[in-house]
């Protein structure tokens, strides 16, 4: 049983890797799929992108890990270049959008020893054989999960009974399956936690919930900001005297984007 475990915990971390790689950069799961067929790298799916992203991509060929894989050198020779060199700039001429979004942010995958990850490396990851550089590592652990939960659910509700901010927060929140809609209500209602593998998949969208509830902008705070902010919530939660629900996190964003209000 040892292998299939290894295996698991590798499609998990492979995951990881991939969301956390597109949260960095802001891109869509569209960008590497078109980038990867305007140079000619190989042909990776938005399907696989995003079955990668949940976990639910288990055998994938060959010629996905060639194709991440090249992409992935191609972004970390642009890394001493400001923006996309002028080659690429060249490749991509016709492709504004795609230029545009590497412009922004083209940050690559980078071993421990800042190199860039090949395709092998890519698949040693995905089956268990090789860990995750230290920048990737999961970011919440199982142990603080449920206070993270607990933080993020008096954010996003003010201290508020479920019932009467119910329809504002499932109109904030961005993801359209039922299920992870389902799982969110129960998370706001104090019903359930995330886990941490769940949580960390949420990030993003939480953010955009934060910005659509008008406390934050998604683009301005970061997911790793965005999860220290709700670990000063848990630990504010502990302390008695503390600020307010919504007026302690605001507090700690305006503290974190350097702004004041007025």
Known sequence: ????????????????????????????????????????????????????????????????????????????????????????????????????????????LLADDGQPLGPAQLFEIFVGLRGLPSAFDLRISEGESAA??????????????????????????????????ERFAEVMAGQRDYSAEELDAELSDLRHTLAALGAADAQALSADQFLELLRQKARLRQQPGSLGDGEALAEAIRRELGTHPG
């Open 148 to 181: 993270l939960s607990a933080a993020l659910a008096q954010v996003f509700t003010a201290g508020r009974p479920w019932r009467l901010c119910r329809e504002q927060l499932l109109q904030a929140y961005p993801a359209e399956k039922r299920q992870r809609r």
């Open 1 to 108: 049983m040892q292998y299939r475990d290894e295996l698991e915990a590798g499609r998990e971390a492979f995951g990881h890797l991939i969301r956390v790689w597109h949260e960095r950069n802001g891109w869509s799961q569209r960008l590497l799929p078109a980038l990867a067929e305007r140079l000619d790298l190989g042909r990776v799916h938005s399907s696989q992108i995003s079955h990668l992203r949940n976990l639910k991509l288990a055998s994938p060929g060959p010629e996905l890990f060639v194709a991440l894989g090249r992409l992935n050198h191609v972004l970390a020779e642009q890394a001493g270049e400001r923006g996309p060199s002028a080659e690429l700039c060249e490749q991509l001429a016709d492709q504004p959008e795609l230029l545009a979004a590497l412009q922004v942010s083209s940050l690559p």
